[in-house]
């Protein structure tokens, strides 16, 4: 199962909007509606922060949606904050049973 | 409160076999659909997904160390337990062990475990 891809990193300042995308194939993103985005800010295990393509868990800011069209999937971040500054991993359960993520991409708040 | 919270060995030698167990609080083994997996990130790399078990004993592997992986569950003890043999110095990894939900997510994640491959 080859990872997931997504950029390696994004950029943008306070107050901004960025999206990360995340191309898989139709075995695992275009599969199911069962891709999750994870924050992992430095030192720090990852943190879910979008379940089922779009779901925000509770506590997690509105700031952060989601979405997917075919093979791949977009977290999008609005409004930039300095707390934002992380890595983001997307993942997907597979046709095979399994889980894959992605290369992860670094975000950094201008 | 959800929690997990990984434990092992912080070094072991190549060709042996790692054993890292995973306690976890605030559920049970045996809620429907619920779990735990094990998932490593290598230092500076990516997260790379090894294996899951929940609550009716189903479980998988990560396709390409299938042959090396084992986890399983102690449900009276709150505990899931995975096994990877014949390590190598390219398993340097942090091992984050984390709640799952069959389909959904995994949520929390334990501080993780550095295991550092040498001899």
């Known amino acids: 199962q080859s990872a997931l891809t997504q950029p390696a990193s994004v950029s943008g300042s306070p107050g901004q909007s960025i999206t990360i995308s995340c191309t898989g194939t139709?075995?695992?993103?275009?599969?199911?509606?069962?891709v999750s985005w994870y924050q992992q800010r430095p030192g720090k295990a990852p943190q879910l922060i979008i379940y089922?393509?779009?779901n925000r868990p509770s506590g997690v800011s509105n700031r952060f949606s989601a979405s997917k069209s075919a093979n791949t999937a977009s977290l999008t971040i609005s409004g930039l904050q300095a707390e934002d500054d992380a890595d983001y991993y997307c993942?997907?359960?597979?046709?095979?049973?399994?889980?894959?993520f992605g290369g992860g991409t670094k975000l950094t708040v201008l | 409160q959800v929690t997990v919270k990984e434990s092992g060995p912080a070094l072991v030698k190549p060709t042996e076999t790692l054993t890292l167990t995973c306690a976890v609080s605030?559920?049970?083994?045996?809620?429907?659909?619920?779990?735990v997996s094990w998932i490593r990130q290598p230092p500076g790399k990516a997260l790379e997904w090894l294996a899951y078990?929940?609550?009716?004993?189903?479980?998988f592997y990560n396709t390409a160390l299938k042959s090396r992986l084992s986890i399983s569950k102690d449900t009276s003890k709150s505990q899931v337990v995975l096994t990877m043999s014949n390590m190598d110095p390219m398993d340097t990894a942090t091992y984050y062990c984390?709640?799952?939900?069959?389909?959904?997510?995994?949520?929390?994640w334990g501080q993780g475990i550095l295991v550092t491959v040498s001899s």
């Open positions: 984390a709640r799952y939900r069959h389909h959904n997510w995994f949520d929390p």
């Open positions: 605030g559920f049970s083994l045996s809620d429907a659909k619920m779990g």
């Open positions: 078990i929940y609550s009716d004993d189903t479980r």
């Open positions: 139709s075995t695992d993103v275009g599969a199911y509606d069962f």
């Open positions: 089922d393509v779009k």
């Open positions: 993942s997907a359960y597979t046709t095979s049973a399994t889980w894959v």
